[in-house]
């Protein structure tokens, strides 16, 4: 052992290696990194680091293409009146009815011009409110419907227009009933579902006129319920004036017409109750002869398998629609949202769906809802006078 190693303090006497400032050097490594980093993306302006990219030419030009590859966007408000479809021309807002509904231009004959019911725009704007005195007559008990003398109908004035419509977009009508009834029902509806759902109005309501009037502003197309004789009457009344079997034609003519002078402006009638009444071929031909007459459709509500509506409306050539199904038969939430679902698997099937149901709270609420994003799913809402003489497949 050297004497220096004995006189030297303890570690002293040996070399350090490894003294080097390495926190230093390493913030400057960092730095100079992320400097590199930033200068390269400001440079190169290329985010993305090299990734592979490939560039697609947009074609402008819709040759070969039909109004079936792009008809669901075609059905938005964006896209209205006068829109350009697949062939390159406009088309104006027209309504497509079925071969029976054969509407006659409203300025045909009288020379009154058009209806405001019946202009295009009116799709989105306030229906008629007051009758057309060209289709209405004073009765023992009010106004009542009447066909004019150049062949115009209620039903031809007070449709509500559908705008385009294409056969590749499955389409529901949905008909919500018993409205003037609870007045608090009435305004609900009135206010929460969509212009395009057509609102039957009760006989027996109160105030019916200024209901049938704020529907009408607000869009709606109308329907008037008719009590019918059910098979357990009178243990089920359906109420007051109730058509009966065993009527005949004058007291059919006499019920009739106070049913009908409650409210105006209503495109046809739908059953209420009547399991009985539309079972039977004889009453029910003299029903819908005197609704052919006066001018308006027919809506079975569909809530019996026995009825014989479609049947005779074919011999009499009455404007007719059925309903597929009873929205709210079960009005619990699951279950109305397991009929709307159910609804539009048959419009899909079908082309046209028909459901009905009643102003609950809870029918209301969920119809609102389900109607918001419907266009989204390739559907289309529909008045019921747009789902006459539908083709099933």
């Known amino acids: 052992m050297a004497g220096k190693d004995l ?43 090299g990734e592979p990219t490939a560039s697609v030419p947009l074609e402008r030009s819709i040759d070969g293409l039909s109004t079936r590859d792009f008809g669901v966007v075609e059905i938005r408000p964006s896209l209205g009146e006068g829109a350009p479809v697949a062939d390159g021309q406009s088309r104006p807002t027209q309504q497509t009815l079925g071969p029976r509904f054969e509407p006659k231009p409203l300025d045909e004959g009288d020379g009154a011009g058009p209806h405001p019911a019946q202009t295009p725009r009116m799709a989105r704007d306030t229906l008629s409110i007051r009758p057309d005195a060209r289709v209405s007559q004073a009765g023992p008990h009010g106004t009542l419907p009447k066909v004019s003398e150049n062949g115009l109908r209620p039903l031809d004035i007070y449709a509500r227009p559908t705008g385009q419509t294409f056969d590749s977009i499955p389409r529901i009508a949905i008909v919500v009933g018993g409205l003037g009834l609870s007045q608090t029902g009435t305004q609900q ?185 419907l266009e989204e799913r390739g559907l289309q809402l529909i008045p019921v006078s747009a789902s006459i003489d539908r083709t099933r497949g």
């Open 7 to 49: 006189s030297a303090p303890l570690g002293l006497g040996k070399r350090k290696y490894l003294n080097l400032p390495l926190g230093l050097i390493g913030a400057g490594v960092l730095t100079v990194l992320v400097t590199t980093g930033l200068v390269w993306v400001g440079v190169v302006d290329d985010p993305l680091g």
């Open 189 to 373: 509806a009135i206010a929460k579902l969509p212009a395009d759902i057509t609102l039957a109005f009760a006989p027996y309501g109160g105030s019916l006129d200024r209901w049938m009037q704020q529907a009408r502003r607000d869009g709606h197309e109308l329907l008037l319920q008719l009590p019918m004789e059910p098979f357990d009457y009178p243990d089920n009344d359906p109420g007051p004036h109730t058509l009966l079997v065993s009527h005949d034609a004058r007291e059919l003519d006499e019920r009739l017409s106070w049913l009908l002078s409650r409210i105006t402006n209503y495109v046809g009638v739908m059953n209420y109750m009547g399991a009985r009444y539309t079972a039977s071929e004889p009453a029910l031909e003299r029903l819908m002869d005197a609704v052919t007459r006066r001018g308006l459709m027919f809506v079975d509500d569909g809530s019996s398998s026995r009825s014989r509506a479609s049947a005779v409306a074919t011999g009499l050539r009455t404007p007719l629609s059925h309903a597929d199904l009873v929205i709210d038969d079960v009005p619990r939430p699951k279950d109305i949202t397991a009929r709307l679902l159910q609804l539009e698997g048959t419009a899909r099937a079908q082309g046209i769906a028909v459901g009905v149901a009643s102003a609950l709270p809870v029918t209301v609420e969920h119809l609102a809802k389900w109607a918001e994003d």
